[in-house]
């Protein structure tokens, strides 16, 4: 089956500071690709979905300017979690969809564990 | 508004047979997907329907009902390992997936 790659893994940061998630499809092209967030004990819900060349729709009550998504090609996305506060730990998922496939399957990358002291 | 319902928890004996259900209300119906999530990893795919009936896949079965807005994955000769959350997802009208909150299944011995 089709693979998503997502990195880091897990990352730790400081208040303050900025981080970036990659998000890579690695045996197909991907037009769309989803941003999940994950808190304990909850279900995804879908941040934005990033579309390749053009700007990303968001989810109501996600803020864009927080949140930068990048689509520059075929098989990437980039998730950058700026000024990131303890709220904002999460578990960040990434998926995307190969149009090649009949079932419309998501695929989901491994998933980033977002820690901010 | 648009609505998925499963069970919270549920407790099954390895070796058994549990069946998940899944009631959804969407704008629109593009398909109905099963995920297994281990705490701590992303989703894995288990089964898509979009058509009525019942898709059977090893161990794992998927039925759907469109008339009545139901589904349910089967688990057959449930072992230790198949202790996950099961989540229930629906494409609605515009292919956006909306997600159940999860059943967390428990295996015992």
């Known amino acids: 089956g089709a693979v998503v790659s997502q990195h880091p893994s897990r990352v730790i940061c400081k208040s303050g500071t900025s981080v970036k998630i990659e998000c890579r499809s690695l045996?197909?092209?991907?037009?769309?690709m989803f941003w999940y967030r994950q808190f304990p004990k909850q279900s995804l819900m879908l941040m934005a979905t990033s579309n390749e060349g053009s700007k990303a729709t968001y989810e109501q009550g996600v803020e864009k300017d927080k949140f930068l998504i990048n689509h520059a090609s075929l098989t990437l996305s980039t998730l950058t979690v700026t000024s990131a506060h303890p709220e904002d730990s999460s578990f960040y998922i990434c998926?995307?969809?190969?149009?090649?496939?009949?079932?419309?399957?998501?695929?989901f990358g491994e998933g980033s564990r977002l820690t901010v002291l | 508004g648009q609505n998925i319902d499963q069970p919270t928890e549920m407790t099954a004996t390895e070796g058994a047979i549990v069946q998940i259900n899944c009631t959804y209300q969407t704008s629109g119906f593009n398909g109905l997907f099963w995920y297994q999530q281990h705490a701590g990893e992303a989703p894995t795919f288990l089964s898509y329907?979009?058509l009525d009936g019942l898709e059977e896949k090893g161990r794992f079965s998927s039925f759907l009902s469109r008339s009545k807005g139901y589904s349910y994955l089967l688990l057959k000769e449930l072992q230790m390992k198949d202790s996950a959350s099961y989540l229930c997802a629906v494409a609605d009208s515009n292919y956006q997936l909306i997600w159940g909150a999860g059943t967390k299944l428990i295996i015992k011995p």
């Open positions: 329907n979009v």
């Open positions: 045996d197909f092209q991907a037009t769309t």
């Open positions: 998926s995307a969809r190969d149009l090649g496939q009949d079932t419309g399957e998501l695929f």
